[in-house]
């Protein structure tokens, strides 16, 4: 059925500068209002993108329509234009799309709790923009610089008291990590 609100359509993205996702969508109401609504949905697929800093909304194109059907049809058309969205949900989905998805979604169902949180710190570092991974490298480097330097110092019963506390505190953290992702899961 015909609705005349559909005539006011338009496809817009929400983008990031420190992240390289997208989300796709739709919408009849004004770019404001519907970027208000992502700002404030804390469960919308967005939320990776907003939480990344000076998020912003853009209009792609206007796309008069007359149901939302039209409307979800070609949201999903240009959803697929871009391999680095977020978006959960693909309307009008093919069989073969729906079959990829049910797969993934198997793969991590069946997976172990290590494998899950080592799939999510990947996950973490491939959603840094290429600037944070650059500053990220620095900081790691002169650490190590700093860390060769007073290891030069050090006697070494020293540095097998430090390497021992570096044991434990990996240890720590591995079990802190298992932990995590236990109570996520659950």
Do not use: W
């Not at 609705?3 to 496809?11: A, E």
């Not at 004004?30 to 609504?37: D, H, K, N, Q, S």
């Amino acid at each position: 059925m015909e609705d005349p609100k559909y005539l006011d359509s338009k496809i817009y993205i929400v983008f990031s500068p420190f992240t390289d996702k997208v989300y796709i969508g739709s919408t009849y109401t004004t770019l404001v209002e519907r970027f208000y609504g992502h700002k404030h949905n804390k469960d919308c697929s967005s939320k990776i993108i907003i939480e990344a800093g000076d998020a912003d909304i853009k209009l792609l194109h206007n796309y008069p329509c007359k149901t939302e059907k039209e409307l979800k049809t070609e949201e999903g058309r240009v959803m697929r234009l871009y391999d680095n969205r977020v978006n959960v949900y693909l309307p009008e989905r093919t069989d073969e799309e729906k079959r990829i998805t049910n797969n993934r979604r198997r793969l991590v169902e069946n997976m172990t709790e290590e494998q899950k949180y080592k799939n999510k710190q990947r996950q973490l570092v491939k959603n840094m923009s290429q600037e944070q991974q650059d500053k990220k490298k620095e900081r790691t480097i002169k650490s190590n610089e700093k860390a060769k330097e007073k290891a030069k110092n050090m006697t070494q019963e020293e540095r097998d008291k430090l390497n021992k506390k570096n044991r434990e505190r990996a240890a720590k953290k591995r079990e802190a990590a298992k932990t995590n992702s236990l109570d996520v899961s659950n």
